[in-house]
């Protein structure tokens, strides 16, 4: 069964920092490509960041390039974004999910979804 | 100002069949395959429809897709009161490089 944990969140100034974490089970990770997603309170989805199966690229929104940086550690099925330079617009539940990479390309949809962690912004 | 375009809202009785549309252009939907996510009320999103019209396994097939030119469709018959929930289309934009999102609708069973 597929499970997708995230956790870090929390409360943090304007010009703070907080690493996520996702926490994958059930799927051979390191076959995925995986994505995180914010919504912020009464939102719609908003992507956010995607890193390849193989680490080998990531892809930032507009909104966070520069200040939000993905990674992942295959050893412990696990990906992460560090996010930094917060700002009171980036107070949202940030999900993270999976698309499976087979045969040279992705299925081009996010399959699992986590419960989502909650970062607010505020002084 | 989402890039993909939803009704807000949509309301049907038990038993209706309902559509929710969802609007692109040639970079996002006329050119990739189009994804819908179910939000129940508190809980995360989950698959409902993906590449256009599949219907992953557990999804009753009172939930269908379909896809034409740039826009796309959701329809949900028989509805059930347990449908009541956000619907979300999605699709790449291949011109933006990103994931684009409808704003979702909301869906309410009378």
């Known amino acids: 069964q597929v499970h997708l944990v995230e956790s870090g969140g929390g409360v943090v100034q304007p010009g703070g920092s907080l690493r996520l974490s996702c926490a994958a089970s059930g799927f051979a990770f390191s076959s995925y490509g995986m994505h995180w997603v914010r919504q912020a309170p009464g939102k719609g989805l908003e992507w956010v960041t995607s890193?390849?199966?193989?680490?080998?690229?990531?892809y930032y929104a507009d909104s966070v390039k520069g200040r939000f940086s993905i990674s992942r550690d295959d050893s412990k099925n696990t990906v992460y974004v560090d996010v930094n330079s917060l700002r009171p617009e980036d107070t949202a539940v940030y999900y993270c999910?999976?698309?499976?990479?087979?045969?040279?390309?992705?299925?081009?949809?996010?399959?699992?979804w986590g419960q989502g962690t909650l970062v607010t912004v505020s002084s | 100002q989402s890039v993909l375009t939803q009704p807000p809202s949509a309301s049907g009785t038990p038993g209706q069949r309902v559509t929710i549309s969802c609007s692109g252009s040639?970079?996002?939907?006329?050119?990739?395959?189009v994804n819908w996510y179910q939000q129940l009320p508190g809980t995360a999103p989950k698959l409902l429809i993906h590449t256009n019209n599949q219907r992953p396994s557990g999804v009753p097939d009172r939930f269908s897709g379909s896809k034409s030119a740039t826009s796309a469709s959701l329809a949900i018959s028989g509805l059930q009161s347990e449908d009541e929930a956000d619907y979300y289309c999605a699709a790449w934009d291949g011109s933006l490089h990103n994931w684009v999102f409808g704003g979702g609708t909301k869906l309410t069973v009378l």
């Open positions: 040639n970079s996002n939907i006329g050119s990739n395959s």
């Open positions: 890193i390849e199966y193989d680490g080998s690229n990531t």
């Open positions: 999910a999976n698309e499976k990479h087979s045969s040279g390309r992705y299925v081009g949809y996010f399959d699992f």
